[in-house]
């Protein structure tokens, strides 16, 4: 069974920082691209940023640029994205995803995590 579990969300002011974590289980972790999106309230879910199996090929939504990085430890099934000078407009709650590719995770991932909420605001 397939389990993607988010962690790491929280309350933080502009400018600050967190590093949100995605426990993976249930399937061969280096096989698959993983991903981050975030919805936030009265909006629809939008793309953050995906990282490919062996971690070499990264995509980053042009919003977040410069700010968010995503890796990966495949040894403990883990992504993160680890999100840098945040503004009150990265609120929401944020979710992992996986899928087959890069392209795939990007538009119809498989399977999504239960999501982390994700608050910036002074």
């Known amino acids: 069974q397939v389990q993607l579990v988010e962690s790491g969300g929280g309350l933080v002011q502009p400018g600050g920082s967190l590093r949100l974590s995605c426990a993976a289980s249930g399937f061969i972790f280096s096989a698959y691209a993983m991903g981050w999106f975030r919805q936030a309230p009265g909006k629809e879910r939008e793309f953050v940023a995906a990282?490919?199996?062996?971690?070499?090929?990264?995509n980053d939504a042009d919003s977040v640029k410069g700010r968010f990085t995503i890796s990966r430890d495949n040894a403990k099934n883990t992504v993160y994205l680890q999100m840098n000078s945040l503004k009150p407009e990265d609120t929401a709650v944020y979710y992992c995803a996986r899928g087959p590719s890069l392209t795939v995770v990007r538009s119809t991932p498989y399977d999504w995590g239960q999501g982390t909420q994700v608050t910036v605001s002074s």
């Open positions: 990282i490919s199996g062996s971690g070499l090929t990264t």
